[in-house]
């Protein structure tokens, strides 16, 4: 049977794009939703209020000394973003037999959402370098509200001066999440100069779409950045990587009331489960980190013991972190 060239290679044409749209399309940001308060926004900046601590319980001996309950400012700026342009020539997309340049504008939100989800990763993993709601860096060593180190290092058996990392996220504040994404403009359709006269006498379109949101920080101390050098073995994640993040935690102190108090951890009475501790690693440790909290026993020394944090977290690798 004769075979018709061009029907072939036409197919031929749509298989192949087809399939470099599909890897495209299989490319997705980590899931953020988890840890991530997605709040309405109505202006350009969004003004977010957090109070003085109360003192504590304190035997009464006649005199009760007045402590002023204060509030204090956190601001969040929404900034514009812009998936595009893309510019089209009319004569292309005329003669576009195959529709591919047709899927690909349409494809422009779709793709524009998920790049948002990259923008909340980014802004978490970029929070040794910006400030939380005390005027500190998210993760850092010291913080102006509150007591507690969230800027963690751990060096490795192993010789190979690789560098990981892992954010662990503490999610049992059921109220407010670690990142804050204020949502001032949702992604927009499909946006085209293709009927004006500009684009008619110039030949080309253009496409795009656009959005305003504003990306902060939850609390500080909900949340740790630990830098890891030399990469560890499942066993070592087990018994000092995790153990090291989770007692971590249960070391943070919330401000004081007033001078003499003594300091409330954040998370003392905390037990992990995998619905309130998120560990975000970067690429290199997914299998490590996923295989270790999936381990019912782990090895140290000649000796095998039960992993108590089996099943005790949630894996999100990302290559935000890388």
Request: charged share 20%.
């Amino acid at each position: 049977m004769a075979v018709d060239v061009n029907a072939f290679s036409a197919m031929a044409r749509t298989e192949f794009m087809a399939g470099k749209m599909a890897a495209e399309n299989n490319v997705v940001p980590a899931n953020y939703q988890s840890f991530t308060s997605i709040v309405p926004s109505t202006t350009k900046v969004e003004t977010h209020l957090y109070m003085s601590s109360l003192p504590r319980l304190y035997r009464f001996k006649g005199y009760s000394p007045s402590v002023r309950m204060t509030d204090y400012e956190y601001t969040v700026t929404n900034l514009p973003y812009r998936m595009g342009p893309i510019t089209v020539s009319k004569d292309d997309l005329d003669d576009d037999k195959a529709g591919g340049y047709l899927q690909m504008i349409n494809g422009l939100p779709a793709s524009g959402q998920k790049d948002i989800g990259w923008e909340v990763l980014g802004h978490l993993a970029d929070g040794t370098s910006k400030p939380c709601f005390d005027g500190t860096n998210y993760f850092a060593n010291t913080h102006a509200v509150g007591t507690g180190d969230n800027l963690d290092t751990a060096n490795m058996a192993a010789s190979d001066a690789g560098v990981t990392k892992i954010i662990a996220l503490n999610l049992s504040n059921s109220l407010f999440k670690p990142v804050l994404f204020q949502d001032r403009e949702p992604l927009s359709g499909l946006q085209t100069d293709a009927e004006t006269p500009q684009a008619a006498k110039q030949k080309e379109y253009e496409y795009w779409s656009d959005c305003r949101f504003g990306l902060g920080y939850g609390y500080w101390w909900d949340a740790i950045h630990l830098t890891i050098t030399d990469l560890p073995t499942v066993d070592e994640i087990v018994e000092t990587i995790i153990p090291q993040l989770v007692n971590r935690f249960r070391t943070f102190a919330l401000p004081v009331g007033k001078d003499g108090d003594d300091a409330r951890l954040v998370h003392e009475n905390w037990v992990p489960t995998a619905d309130n501790f998120t560990l975000l690693c970067s690429m290199p440790l997914a299998e490590i980190v996923t295989t270790a909290v999936n381990r019912t026993q782990y090895k140290t020394g000649s000796s095998t013991l039960d992993n108590i944090y089996y099943q005790k977290a949630t894996v999100i690798p990302t290559s935000s972190l890388n």
